[in-house]
């Protein structure tokens, strides 16, 4: 999101449409009628992990441990802030690291004073895995939860299995592939790369066919007319699902719940738009 708030400007100001696979920072698409996104945004996945954090999990008392740096990671914490106290959880610390850390103990020394049965981690999974060794050798048995910046090989291959039995949103799962277009872009990508595609895999596949179509309804690649055929994309069938872009040129689209296992994840569930 971070770069999408630099890049989006450029094309706002030189009126060339932009897509974002996986920017979920509501400011992205507010920048201007030349910025989309085929992603859920923030204020959605942070009230599905409150919820999950809430109502599956049965937690009432949950820290945050945030990048300060990053504004995908500021404006999911407040999301998952705002939504958990609203349904009468206690958020019991709220710590901030920057990306280029790698030692985490004071920040975990403070939020494990407050005994909060989770820790929500809305980073990404580079400094996740490295968080998740630090607190489980301070001694922390409780749930690590998380957005889609966890999603990435690196977050099992790095984590020495600290994440196991942990928990985030994503936004596609191949075993939650329930369509068949997005079947075969399963069965079509493991069959070239020899891997499952992660969601970042298959939100940016839709993204470039959410272009096609729009140049195609179009019927020309001008950019005044594709920004207006993209905002007129509804029921779009994408690897990822169905997706609507609504007024503010966000996707109203579902977030599947991802469990971590050793150098793998599982999915969990599927969790749609009220």
């Given at each position: 999101s971070t770069l999408s708030l630099a890049g989006g400007r450029v094309c706002q100001r030189r009126h060339i449409p932009?897509?974002?696979p996986s920017s979920t920072n509501p400011a992205v698409t507010e920048i201007g009628d030349y910025v989309f996104r085929v992603c859920f945004i923030d204020p959605f996945q942070g009230r599905v992990m409150a919820q999950f954090a809430k109502n599956t999990l049965h937690f009432d008392r949950v820290a945050i441990f945030k990048d300060e740096a990053a504004a995908y990671s500021v404006g999911l914490a407040q999301a998952f802030r705002e939504a958990f106290s609203g349904m009468g959880g206690t958020v019991t610390s709220e710590q901030s690291y920057r990306s280029s850390e790698t030692h985490f103990s004071a920040q975990l020394a403070t939020i494990l004073g407050t005994n909060p049965q989770a820790i929500f981690v809305p980073g990404y999974y580079t400094e996740v895995a490295l968080i998740a060794r630090e607190a489980r050798g301070a001694g922390f048995q409780g749930k690590l939860l998380g957005g889609d910046g966890w999603s990435g090989p690196s977050l099992t291959q790095n984590d020495d299995d600290k994440l196991v039995g942990d928990y985030y949103s994503a936004g596609f799962a191949p075993e939650g592939a329930t369509t068949p277009i997005g079947r075969d872009f399963v069965r079509n990508f493991k069959t070239r790369y020899s891997l499952d595609p992660n969601?970042?895999?298959?939100?940016?596949?839709?993204?470039?066919?959410?272009?096609?179509d729009a140049?195609?309804?179009?019927g020309s690649a001008d950019p005044a007319r594709v920004r207006a055929a993209l905002a007129t994309t509804r029921d779009f069938q994408g690897a990822t699902g169905s997706i609507t872009l609504d007024a503010q040129r966000n996707a109203v689209k579902s977030a599947v719940i991802l469990e971590v296992q050793s150098n793998a994840t599982r999915f969990h569930e599927t969790v749609n738009p009220q």
């Open positions: 932009m897509i974002s969601d970042m895999g298959a939100l940016g596949y839709d993204a470039s066919k959410v272009l096609f140049i195609r309804r179009a």
